[in-house]
């Protein structure tokens, strides 16, 4: 079973004109990121717009990213669909599972408002189901449900797969609290983009980043640079990448920014995301390249 840590790049799912899945764009992206030096690929996650995919296309994008990897690095599927209930997330996780998946990334139930009771027998469940790393994704702000870190120490504690969490409350606080409580029961994931620096330094193992769909390279060495202790050397590099993480998450619009870089980047990023979302503006658009010739991508 391998151990996940460092960046791992939450993967956008690029469609054709025809609103089909680009199943070359998608192979040609992991490729570019693998050889980036990226640490793990997360796909089927909010940036891969997984609430807009189609049961077959969910199933075809889990199989052609563990394929195209094969097992260069650690592979995450969300297993959370369209029907965000308890049985059909295991049904997900035990096809992630069976096709070959490091481990699953599970958001909450949206929409649900789930109270405590209720989150602690979902993830009982799954867990209960399905043997394969399960990585919490605590995000409050799409889900109206807030895991405590005492509920995901908990979760961890009592449950020997529950080895993950993906922190992205905004809150840089808990990365700290939910290491204190769970001690080695749990690997602290940074979720936010503008809070990858500080989570390290707090202890973090990981980051799941939407911006390295478009600066895998630099976003891989924030963490290399951070497990080696050059702190000074990491900060110089994070005061550097910051002003592109802090729009990409700031902008509100993860897989359209990124999908929007990729393209500028000559890599397959396609057209805007499916309805309803829109993409992003052409001023963004202006600033999002300025912000990659800064860094010297364009």
């Known amino acids: 079973m391998k151990e996940l840590k460092g960046t791992f790049v939450v993967t956008v799912t690029p469609f054709t004109t025809e609103d089909n899945l680009d199943e070359e764009g998608l192979r040609g992206n992991i490729d570019w990121y693998i050889k980036e030096g990226i640490h793990g690929i997360a796909c089927t996650g909010s940036t891969g717009e997984f609430v807009s995919l189609s049961e077959e296309e969910w199933e075809r994008v889990t199989n052609i990213t563990i394929e195209q990897v094969n097992h260069r690095v650690p592979v995450l599927v969300g297993t959370c669909g369209g029907q965000p209930t308890t049985k059909a997330t ?4 035990k096809y992630a599972k069976d096709a070959g998946a490091d481990g699953a990334l599970i958001v909450h139930p949206y929409y649900s408002r789930s109270n405590e009771e209720e989150l602690y027998e979902h993830y009982k469940k799954i867990a209960e189901a399905v043997d394969i790393p399960i990585m919490i994704y605590n995000n409050p702000l799409t ?3 807030d895991a405590s870190p005492e509920q995901l120490a908990t979760l961890a504690k009592d449950f020997p797969n529950i080895r993950y969490i993906k922190e992205s409350s905004g809150q840089i606080q808990r990365v700290q609290e939910i290491i204190s409580l769970a001690g ?11 809070l990858a620096f500080e989570s390290f330094v ?5 980051w799941i980043a939407a911006s390295a769909n478009i600066i895998p390279k630099k976003c891989a060495q924030l963490f290399e640079l951070m497990e080696k202790g050059n702190i000074a050397e990491a900060r110089n590099l994070w005061f550097k990448i910051v002003p592109l993480t802090s729009s990409v998450e700031g902008w509100g619009r993860l897989a359209q920014t990124a999908k929007k870089g ?13 309805g309803p979302k829109l993409d992003i503006t052409k001023e963004q658009e202006k600033e999002l390249m300025k912000l990659l010739s800064d860094l010297g991508e364009l």
């Not at 707090?202 to 990981?206: E, I, P, V, Y």
Request: proline fraction near 6%.
């Open 90 to 93: 295991i049904k997900r996780t």
């Open 184 to 194: 080695d029961h749990v690997a602290v994931f940074c979720g936010d983009d503008v």
């Open 262 to 274: 990729l393209d500028l980047l000559g890599r397959a990023g396609g057209p805007s995301p499916r």
């Open 202 to 206: 707090l202890g973090a193992k990981g």
């Open 143 to 145: 889900t109206h449900t």
